[in-house]
T-cell receptor, first 117, second 114 residues
Framework: KQEVTQIPAALSVPEGENLVLNCSFT??????LQWFRQDPGKGLTSLLL?????REQTSGRLNASLDKSSGRSTLYIAASQPGDSATYLC????????????????FGQGTILTVHP | DTAVSQTPKYLVTQMGNDKSIKCEQN?????MYWYKQDSKKFLKIMFS???????INETVPNRFSPKSPDKAHLNLHINSLELGDSAVYFC?????????????FGPGTRLTVL
């Protein structure tokens, strides 16, 4: 059974700092890995999807890396801003799901990020 | 323009009651989902529908009955509510069921059972 763990559970940093969020998974036979952002009282927003064949994916100040063999992904946020404050979740489809999972993602419990001015 | 909308946003009710949550997406997607986020913030899939057909039912109690009248709507009816049903329920949709498809989430319905 796939398990996804995120460390740290919470992180508080001053504005402008670069930071790294960690995600680990137990079964490396994943098709891809996604990072989401959840703002308080709101739904999830997809940030980055990194395919199993990729090592990195970038969007603006965000960079996600994936190391399947070690079962790890990191989300790097450069020059953090107070608007980055949110819960960040990573999620993977079932191992060996191939191209279709119909939403059967396993989520980590999230990292609560607070960026203070 | 709201992509995925849910109603109501908050729902407070007594144990034993029956309640429904509605979800609509205007993205033209074929696949819709219901997720449950418990008090520990773990998010788990409950159901997924593709073209109005049930694809995934993740061992959810029979008290939960989803209904998809058309591709744009996926409603969730809950019978005989229990304290443990208190959670935030999220609806989502995607173009198809492919793992590479971005899922678009609604704002959630916070259900409190007293």
């Amino acid at each position: 059974k796939q398990e996804v763990t995120q460390i740290p559970a919470a992180l508080s940093v001053p504005e402008g700092e670069n930071l790294v969020l960690n995600c680990s998974f137990t079964d490396s036979a994943i098709y891809n890995l996604q990072w989401f952002r959840q703002d308080p009282g709101k739904g999830l927003t997809s940030l980055l999807l990194i395919q199993s064949s990729q090592r990195e994916q970038t969007s603006g100040r965000l960079n996600a890396s994936l190391d399947k063999s070690s079962g790890r992904s990191t989300l790097y946020i450069a020059a953090s801003q107070p608007g980055d404050s949110a819960t960040y979740l990573c999620a993977v489809p079932p191992p060996g799901a191939g191209g279709t999972s119909y939403g059967k993602l396993t989520f980590g419990q999230g990292t609560i990020l607070t960026v203070h001015p | 323009d709201t992509a995925v909308s849910q109603t109501p946003k908050y729902l407070v009710t007594q144990m034993g009651n029956d309640k429904s949550i509605k979800c609509e997406q205007n993205l033209g997607h074929d696949t819709m989902y219901w997720y449950k986020q418990d008090s520990k913030k773990f998010l788990k899939i409950m159901f997924s529908y593709n073209n109005k057909e049930l694809i995934i039912n993740e061992t959810v109690p029979n008290r939960f009955s989803p209904k998809s009248p058309d591709k744009a709507h996926l409603n969730l009816h809950i019978n005989s509510l229990e304290l443990g049903d208190s959670a935030v329920y999220f609806c989502a949709s995607s173009y198809s069921g492919r793992s590479t498809d971005t899922q678009y989430f609604g704002p959630g319905t916070r259900l409190t059972v007293l």
